[in-house]
């Protein structure tokens, strides 16, 4: 069983401290810096979707993993969770007047990561490879961010008004998730194999977190890579705890389109519906006040609830946020 | 042989006319101009070089038909003779700072065009029909502008220091053009087919321009693709005109390598040596008043030499030189 640090948010107290986080984008990119806030000295390593990785205009462009980089390194846009800082769209209005798909906004700034990358792909190189060369340009520290595999995933959901399928992008982005889906498939899942340091990580753990993110299309890719849903139930058979955060908070979504989605695939549209996703991996689920009265629900699914305001307000949100985690798992035991 | 139009200059005058240019980037693209606008109610058709195409962080980028389509379109960057007018480079410096390759200079703008293209490309477009639509979004009229092919050529270039072959464009712009190089070779080009309309438009043509372009990465090229040139001389068998424009004024270019080129490939690096790579072709050739010397050497290779100011100083000064090479053609009897 991990032990206390001796002093929560001392850097010695955290020394050896190996914590796995899996994660989306905008709010799975948040929690992550919360961590490395609230855990200085922590071996942090962020498993990143890449199941809604898109090839627009010859480039492959990977949302989530771009999100984790650009917030880790600072230089995220905070208002509005993604993308680089002070981006401009020129490239992309110059795009429209050429008759050119506008729909996936590209900024000038963020088009720089995705012309690096499919470079780097095409000469071979590797998603993981390519991710940790471009978190040391960028300067990030204190965080391992490994895209879940090198193996290209890419999410479609069939659409409820006809019944056709689309790339998860264009209903996210193209749609802005405002139709109702039927169904959620991963092509190239099964064949996917976990990129290099992922087992490894998960493997080392003494706290796996399944950060605020949408079940079904950012957390369920993750956990679908095979052998790592089995990764997790095995650090939590050695003793590591496993514990979620509520994506929603009093039955909606800081950003996306998670609320919607559990209801349309029938299930639940509350932070019980998403602890019940995790039922067979979960110690602990953190739930907003808002959402006591679900704590119930949560216990059913075999996870302890805790009661924390989920709401990561600026930086030091996220912080305080991780914090709480941090208390009501590494500090006490996960498991009676 | 074509009829002197009855009023040079006025749109009835050039009705039923067909022109045929050969060019490359920057001077080419200048001459094309030159000529729309001194042959209006002509038809003119410009066939482009695509040996210089290069594909970089997976887009495919066509710098002699994009800078033909700026110019034609009116929006090129007048002061450099490529790229869009008013183009940033904010991309480009975010590339940099993620350490990717910089030497292409890659604007906002211009990666509008690079993005669509390589988006059309994937979609199993060719890049006749790409180039087609390109120019119908960006307005151009009076022109149809054709790629030499359809099918990926690319230019490399031996340099001299280390017998090392590199793509043209490592040289031109990653070098600058200021290391020697021996040998010039077009990779695809035995294989290349002419892009639908090419023989048709030369089959049709009264007048043939070799525009002031580089003769060995820039026409050889677009001559080199298996029945153009055979085109070229079907049509002046059959009485059309063939005439070139020197790219070389007082044995210097006004852009690019010609002239280090014509010396390092063993060549005379003047207007004359620049004639002798077309002496199969030339029914004429214009020269620059400082070069009149030369008009004995041109004539030697079979030309008639045409003596006049070859600098095009803006839009007027194309228009001027095409409107002296027009009257000097078509005007009268080609060849004795």
Redesign the interface.
Known sequence: MPRRPAEPGGRAGWAGVSIVALAGGVGGSRFARGLRAAAPGAHLTVVVNTGDDL??????ISPDVDTMLYALAGIVDEARGWG?RGD?Y??????E?????TWFQ?G??D???H??R??L??SGRTSSGITA??AR??GITGTVILPMSDDPVETWVQLAEDGRWVHFQEYFVGRRAEVPIRKVRFQGLEAARPAPGVLEALAAADLVVLCPSNPFVSLAPILGVPGVRTAVRSARNRGAVVAGVSPLIGGGTVKGPAARMLAELGHEPTAAGVAAQYADLLDAFLIDPIDAALGQAVQAQGARPIVADALMRGRRGEARLARVLLRATLGQPARA
């Not at 020129?90 to 795009?95: D, E, F, G, K, Q």
């Not at 007047?97 to 798909?101: D, F, N, Q, S």
């Open positions: 090839t627009l205009h010859g480039l492959r680089p401009s020129r490239c992309l209005a110059a795009l007047r050429l008759g050119g798909e590209l000038d700034l088009l720089a990561t012309l690096h499919t470079g792909l095409a060369e471009l340009c960028l």
